[in-house]
């Protein structure tokens, strides 16, 4: 195989990693718990912040929350369980305001999740 042709394929598939990459679904709010029990909310790029008491959605297409429970205790995050060490998803049905108790939250028990 000739250099260039070695260089063609490299760059189709290096297209094709970025490609699936950008495109992969992803939850449109990802909810982490470590041990101790306050949950973070994780954005893209790495960035980490306290979960705020009001988490609002976009509601494009079928927005997904992720929870990713790493304490040794079940948590509920509004109308959601996170079951100990384990990871769910949900998908909130239309566009509303979802409100309930939250055991994960570091300063309110209450924790609302707006879909618009």
Same mark, same amino acid.
Do not use: K, Q
């Given at each position: 195989m000739s250099i260039s042709r070695a260089l063609q394929l490299g760059l189709v598939l290096l297209l094709t990693v970025v490609g699936a990459l950008a495109t992969w679904p992803r939850p449109a709010v990802d909810i982490r718990i470590p041990p101790g029990g306050v949950a973070e909310v994780h954005h893209r790029f790495g960035r980490v912040t306290a979960m705020p008491e009001t988490i609002v959605v976009a509601a494009g297409g079928r927005p997904r929350i992720r929870i990713t429970? =790493?304490? !040794?205790? *079940? %948590?509920? +995050?509004g109308m959601f369980s996170a079951p100990a060490s384990d990871r769910v998803e949900y998908t909130l049905p239309q566009p509303g305001t979802y409100t309930? *108790?939250? =055991?994960? %939250?570091? $300063? $309110?028990? !209450? +924790? !609302?999740?707006?879909v618009r």
């Open positions: 429970n =790493s304490d !040794t205790i *079940a %948590h509920r +995050l309930g *108790a939250c =055991s994960a %939250h570091p $300063s $309110s028990e !209450t +924790l !609302t999740f707006v």
